[in-house]
């Protein structure tokens, strides 16, 4: 440092104001317009992320909301369902009843039917057995049967 002296000083003095003149006169506004723009930059970013982020959080609430209709909807196509089932169940049940009691009534009329033939075939019989049995005892079968006919007819079943 023993050395320094004032011109030296002074050259270093106007070289570091020459340097100076020429970066800003060349580089300042380059370099500024460049600073600012990223500035912008950086803003648009900040902006852009706060933006994309409150777009997330609508899509995120829209996804919920229709979630939840699709559930609402799902659970009301499940208590119809389960109606229609329901519904579906008792017209079967009501159509298997209803086909039970003509299946019954149509028994029914047979067994009836049956026993009416059987009735007539049993007074038939009865008569046709009466009318041997008098006529081996009788040997005049025309005044048996008559009276036997009447008798068997007079009897109810």
């Known amino acids: 440092m023993d050395d320094l002296s004032l011109s030296v000083i002074v050259a270093q003095l106007i070289n570091f104001w020459i340097i100076f003149w020429i970066f800003k006169h060349f580089l300042w506004d380059s370099i500024i317009s460049a600073i600012e723009e990223r500035r912008k930059k950086l803003e648009n970013l900040e902006n852009s992320d706060a933006l994309v982020k409150e777009k997330i959080s609508e899509a995120e609430a829209e996804a ?9 909807t799902a659970q009301e196509m499940k208590q119809k369902n389960e109606e229609l089932i329901k519904r579906d169940a008792e017209i079967r049940l009501q159509e298997a009843e209803r086909k039970a009691e003509w299946i019954v009534e149509s028994a029914t009329r047979d067994v009836e039917k049956e026993r009416w033939a059987m009735l007539e075939e049993v007074k038939n019989k009865v008569v046709d057995l009466s009318l041997k049995i008098n006529w081996k005892i009788f040997w005049d079968a025309s005044k048996n049967k008559e009276f036997i006919e009447k008798e068997v007819n007079s009897v109810k079943i």
Do not use: C
């Open 64 to 72: 919920k909301k229709l979630l939840d209709e699709a559930r609402k």
